[in-house]
């Protein structure tokens, strides 16, 4: 669903209920929440790294593929 289309809604929702004391607040936080989720491919992207580092790490290696992504993962959030 379309962050927009979702603000839409909760807008709309909020206007026809009896207003409750922090929705609006629960209502961004909901939608802070989402931006941060479809954030997460491109944060979660290590193909910009080189070949090189990639079979230092052993991406693509069966035994070791899931544990070298996680290293470079911390290895390039650590960088921003």
Known sequence: MQPDYM???N?????RKEQRPG??????????????????????????????THDLYGVGS???DEFARK???TLTGNRG
């Open 23 to 52: 929705i609006n607040r629960e209502i961004e936080s909901f939608e802070r929440s989402f931006r941060m989720l479809d954030s997460l491919p491109d944060i979660m992207n290590v193909t910009d790294e080189p070949q090189l």
């Open 7 to 9: 603000q839409s809604l």
């Open 62 to 64: 069966k035994d070791t």
């Open 11 to 15: 807008r709309e929702q909020l206007k």
């Open 71 to 73: 290293c470079l993962l």
